[in-house]
């Protein structure tokens, strides 16, 4: 089976700092998609950054980029010049390209951001 | 569009009541989920249908509850009777196939007293 590890229940970050999340995910295929979404107080899931397997290239979103190492299963997000905004819980989450659409999240990670 | 649209937000109810949450998907989504959040346990995939026909139930807690998908624009998720560790927020996703990306409702805060 499939899993998700994010190994930082919490981190916290300077207001226009850098920060970088961990997630760690187990998988014997090949072709998937990982994300990486956000959920604010207000508790709506939103998704943030999306990454095809099968591209080597890291996708970036704005101030969102990832780093994707498929052979070691690491999938990070780095926030570049974070806002107040960014504070949220982050989830890392894992879905097979073909076959069941189960989205697997991990355990999140609690962003704050001191101003 | 008017996105993933889940009701009530909040549902206070008494331990032994039924309790039914709602969910009405995005237009031309033929994958809709049943996701519930606790401290505890994180986000748990309950049930998930495709074009209305339940795929996956395995994550179902127990025979008190229930999801059904009439049509495909409406989805129900019933708990009955209720528990006091029912309570969560459940939230409801949709997708098209293959596309990777669900949408998420804002999530129905369910209490049990």
């Known amino acids: 089976a499939q899993t998700v590890t994010q190994s930082q229940p919490e981190m916290s970050v300077q207001e226009a700092e850098t920060v970088t999340l961990s997630c760690t995910y187990d998988t014997s295929e090949s072709d998937y998609y990982l994300f990486w979404y956000k959920q604010p107080p207000s508790r709506q899931m939103i998704l943030v950054i999306r990454q095809e397997a099968y591209k080597q290239q890291n996708a970036t979103e704005n101030r969102f980029s990832v780093n994707f190492q498929k052979a070691a299963k690491s999938f990070s997000l780095k926030i570049s010049d974070s806002q107040l905004g960014d504070a949220a819980m982050y989830f890392c989450?894992?879905?097979?390209?073909?076959?069941?659409?189960?989205?697997?999240f991990g355990q999140g990670t609690r962003l704050t951001i001191n101003p | 569009d008017a996105g993933v649209i889940q009701s009530p937000r909040h549902e206070v109810t008494e331990m032994g009541q039924e309790v039914t949450l709602r969910c009405k998907p995005i237009s031309g989504h033929d994958y809709l989920f049943w996701y519930r959040q606790t401290m505890m346990r994180g986000l748990e995939l309950l049930i998930y249908?495709?074009?209305?026909?339940?795929?996956?139930d395995s994550g179902m807690p127990e025979d008190r509850f229930s999801a059904k998908m009439p049509n495909a624009s409406f989805s129900t998720l019933k708990i009955q009777p209720s528990e006091p560790r029912d309570s969560a927020v459940y939230f409801c996703?949709?997708?098209?196939?293959?596309?990777?990306?669900?949408?998420f409702g804002e999530g129905s805060r369910l209490t049990v007293l």
């Open positions: 989450a894992y879905l097979l390209i073909q076959g069941a659409q189960k989205l697997v």
């Open positions: 249908f495709n074009n209305n026909v339940p795929i996956d």
């Open positions: 996703a949709s997708c098209r196939a293959n596309t990777g990306e669900l949408f």
